[in-house]
C-alpha cells in the first residue's frame, strides 16, 4: 500500500531546501508528498529558533498532533531543524511529547533515513543531538518542489555572531562546499530545466575563506557559474555588509545571468546599535557600499532586513533607521521585532524594550515601507523588461521580474516556463501588469 509524509517547514530558505532533502530521502524509500497529514505514515516538523514566535508556532502544531497520533499509533512523527539543535529545547520536546519519535538536531538531518529504519524497526524513539562535527554535512539528493528555482547550498553554518543571533550557535561555524561540486550542481540543474538558481550561504561573501589564500572566492564562484550554458537566473542569499566586495558588485555587473538585486540585511541605522549588535560596519561604510554598487549596477534591486526594538533602542536610534531607510530606498524590507534568545548575548543586556514600543516602531517603520515600494512601484511603468512566466491560473498568466516582483501577463499565446520581454502598463496593489512584446 503507498505510504504518504508531510513535511511542515519553519524559517529560513536554507530550511526550506533541507526540507527537499528529506524529501529526497523519503521519495528514496517509496513515500509520497501528501498535504493532508490524517493521510500521512509520516510526518516531519523542521524548525526555526531564530525568533520566539517561530518556536512557539512549531510547539503549538507539534502538539496538535498528539490526538491524531492516538487513533493512528503507527504513524511517525519526527522533529529536527534549528529549534531541536538547542538542547534544552530538544529535552522539552522529548519530555512534553511522548508521541514524537524522532528528534534530531542540526547537524545530523543527513542521518535521517538511518533514524526512520531504526524507529520502524524497534518501535523506540531516537533522540539524537548531536555537537558540530569538523566535516561539510553529506549531500543527499533532493526531492525539489520550488518549481523553476533551485535552492543549492554553498556554505554552512556562521562565525559572525551577531550578538542577537542564534544561528550560529545551532547551525555551527562556516564550512564551505568545493567550488566544483557547487558548478557541477548549477550545471546539472540548468541542463535539467531549472529557470532559476539561488545559492544559500547565511554569509556567502565569506565562501571559501578557508580555501587557498581565501580571497574573492565568492566572486570567482559567481563567474564560473555565470560562465555555464543555457537561459537561466542566478541569484544568491545572504550578503554581509561588512564582507561585500567591490569584486562581487563587478561580477554582477558585467555577468551574463546573475540578477541584479541584493539583499544586503542592514539591522538598524545607529552606529551605537550596530556596534551592540556586534555587525562589525558603520552606517557610513553601509551608505558607501550601496553608492558603490549603484555606481555599477544603477538599476539593482535592494532588500533589507531590519531588527526593531533591540536592547537600549532609543527614538533617536529608531528616527535613524527611518532616515536610512529614505536614503536606501529598498525595493523590500523585512521588519522583525526583536526577540530575545536564549544563550546569545543581548540576551543579558540592560535595556530590554518593552514590547508596546517595539509594534508600535514597527508599525511606522512598515508604513514608511509601503510608502517607499509605491514609488519604486510606479518607477516600472511604461519599462519593457525581461519576466519569467511562472504559472498560469484561472486563465492569467503570472510571472516574475527579476527581482521577485509579481507581473499579470496580458497577450501570451502560449503558456510554458521561459523567459519573455513585457511591457509594463499598470499597477495594481503589489503586482505590475503588462503585456508580451514579441
Ligand atoms: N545570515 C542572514 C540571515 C539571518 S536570520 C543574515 O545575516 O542576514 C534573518 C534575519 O532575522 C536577520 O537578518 C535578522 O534581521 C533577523 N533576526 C535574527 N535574530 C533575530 C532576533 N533575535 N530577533 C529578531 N530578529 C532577528
Ligand atoms: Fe545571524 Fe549575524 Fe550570522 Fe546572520 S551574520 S546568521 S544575523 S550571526
Ligand atoms: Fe534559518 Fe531559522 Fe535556522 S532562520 S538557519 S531556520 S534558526
Known amino acids: 500500500m503507498q505510504k504518504f509524509y508531510k513535511i511542515v517547514t519553519f524559517g529560513c530558505q536554507m530550511n526550506v531546501h533541507e526540507s527537499e532533502k528529506l524529501a529526497g530521502v523519503l521519495e528514496s524509500m517509496g513515500y509520497r508528498a501528501t498535504e493532508d497529514e490524517t493521510q500521512a505514515d509520516v510526518v516531519v516538523f523542521n524548525t526555526c529558533c531564530v525568533r520566539e514566535a517561530a518556536e512557539q508556532k512549531a510547539m503549538g502544531n507539534i502538539g496538535a498532533l498528539k490526538p491524531l497520533k492516538k487513533k493512528k499509533k503507527d504513524m511517525i512523527i519526527a522533529v529536527c531543524g534549528c529549534m531541536t539543535q538547542e538542547k534544552k529545547r530538544a529535552e522539552e520536546i522529548y519530555k512534553k511529547f511522548p508521541f514524537v519519535n524522532i528528534i534530531l538536531g ?144 563587478k561580477v554582477i555587473a558585467e555577468s551574463k545571468h546573475i540578477s541584479h538585486m541584493i539583499h544586503l540585511p542592514v539591522q538598524c541605522g545607529s552606529d551605537r546599535i550596530l556596534k551592540l549588535m556586534n555587525r562589525n560596519y558603520t552606517v557610513e561604510h553601509y551608505i558607501k557600499t550601496i553608492e558603490m554598487i549603484r555606481k555599477y549596477i544603477p538599476d539593482v534591486n535592494l532588500s533589507t532586513d531590519i531588527i526593531v526594538g533591540f536592547p537600549t533602542e532609543t527614538e533617536e536610534d529608531f528616527e535613524m533607521t527611518l532616515d536610512l531607510m529614505k536614503k536606501v530606498q529598498y525595493n523590500t524590507a523585512f521588519c522583525f521585532i526583536y526577540s530575545k534568545r536564549t544563550g546569545t548575548p543581548a540576551e543579558k543586556m540592560d535595556g530590554q524594550v518593552p514590547l508596546a514600543t517595539k509594534r508600535e516602531r514597527v508599525n511606522r517603520l512598515l508604513a514608511l515601507q509601503r ?49 519573455v520581454t513585457v511591457k509594463i502598463k499598470d499597477i495594481k496593489n503589489t503586482k505590475l501588469i503588462g503585456e508580451i512584446v514579441e
Open 106 to 249: 542540526t547537524h545530523n538531518t543527513y542521518k535521517f533515513k538511518e533514524y526512520l529504519e531504526q524507529v520502524l524497526a524497534t518501535k523506540k524513539r531516537v533522540y539524537q543531538v548531536v555537537p558540530e562535527e569538523p566535516c561539510l554535512p553529506v549531500e543527499v539528493e533532493s526531492y525539489r518542489t520550488s518549481g523553476y528555482n533551485a535552492w543549492v547550498n554553498i556554505m554552512y553554518g556562521c562565525n559572525n555572531f551577531c550578538t542577537y543571533c542564534i544561528v550560529p550557535y545551532v547551525r555551527g561555524r562556516e564550512k564551505s562546499r568545493p567550488m566544483e561540486d557547487i558548478v557541477a550542481e548549477c550545471k546539472k540543474l540548468i541542463a535539467d530545466g531549472y529557470k532559476e538558481i539561488t545559492l544559500l550561504g547565511q554569509n556567502v561573501n565569506s565562501y571559501g575563506n578557508t580555501f587557498n589564500n581565501g580571497k574573492n572566492n565568492f566572486a570567482e564562484l559567481l563567474r564560473q557559474i555565470d560562465a555555464l550554458d543555457g537561459n537561466f537566473n542566478l541569484k544568491f542569499l545572504t550578503s554581509h555588509p561588512k564582507d561585500l566586495s567591490e569584486e562581487v558588485v
Open 371 to 419: 510608502e517607499i515600494e509605491k514609488n519604486i512601484f510606479n518607477r516600472f511603468l511604461g519599462q519593457t523588461i525581461k519576466v519569467l512566466m511562472t504559472s498560469r491560473k484561472e486563465g492569467k498568466v503570472l510571472g516574475k521580474t527579476d527581482c521577485g516582483i509579481n507581473v499579470i501577463i496580458e497577450g501570451v499565446k502560449e503558456f510554458k516556463v521561459d523567459f
